[in-house]
């Protein structure tokens, strides 16, 4: 089987394998300030482009570093 695998930016790939497309760690949020750490840029690919989502796997939530309000 073949896997396909799309940057969208940060922590965020888009993998597609086996019929089923998994999104990790969503982060959505424009660039600016999250809680004294700068994000610079925004995702390469709006969310909208993305779906459908079959699955997504979320690494962590539980502190800023994830730079993220967007993808919640």
């Not at 790939?13 to 424009?30: C, K, N, V």
């Not at 969310?47 to 502190?63: A, E, F, G, N, T």
């Amino acid at each position: 089987m073949t896997v396909k695998l799309t940057l969208v930016g940060g922590p965020t790939a888009l993998l597609e394998y086996a019929g089923l497309r998994w999104l990790t760690d969503p982060a959505f949020s424009p660039p600016g300030d999250y809680a004294g750490l700068v994000k610079t840029t925004g995702p390469a690919i709006e969310p909208d482009r993305l779906v459908p989502i079959d699955v997504v796997l979320l690494s962590h939530d539980q502190h800023s570093d994830n730079l993220e309000t967007g993808g919640a």
